[in-house]
């Protein structure tokens, strides 16, 4: 079975930088996407950057420019780097993956079967 364990959330003021990273662990044959997605209290959960068997990535309009989603030569080890964070990005992070999605609906959480329990990252004013 797949597991994903996410790592490196905190505490910053606005503007500072975070890197998170999700290590993934099980069969991951033909898992063709890796993507981290977010949530805040009393909001859906949303798709923040994936990145596909290729290493090509999408990002939320949101977080372009500012965080750059990256996966290691085994594709075990999922990364995404935040900088310039804004109090909006205030959220649990999720790791997640999924061996058939929908390359036009890479962004949606409906698409991935595989998630991580989160890690959490505030950002202040």
């Known amino acids: 079975q797949v597991q994903l364990v996410e790592s490196g959330g905190g505490s910053v003021q606005a503007g500072g930088s975070l890197n998170l990273s999700c290590v993934v662990s099980?069969?991951?044959?033909?898992?063709?996407?890796m993507g981290w997605f977010r949530q805040a209290p009393g909001k859906e959960r949303e798709g923040v950057a994936v990145?596909?068997?290729?290493?090509?990535?999408s990002y939320a309009d949101s977080v372009k420019g500012r965080l750059t989603i990256s996966q290691d030569n085994t594709k075990n080890i999922l990364s995404l780097q935040m900088n310039s964070l804004k109090p909006e990005d205030t959220a649990t992070y999720y790791c997640?993956?999924?061996?058939?999605?929908?390359?036009?609906?890479?962004?949606?959480?409906?698409?991935?079967?595989?998630w991580g329990k989160g890690t959490q990252v505030t950002v202040s004013s």
């Open positions: 997640a993956l999924d061996n058939s999605v929908r390359p036009l609906y890479r962004l949606a959480v409906d698409e991935y079967a595989y």
């Open positions: 099980g069969h991951t044959d033909s898992m063709h996407y």
């Open positions: 990145i596909d068997s290729d290493g090509t990535p």
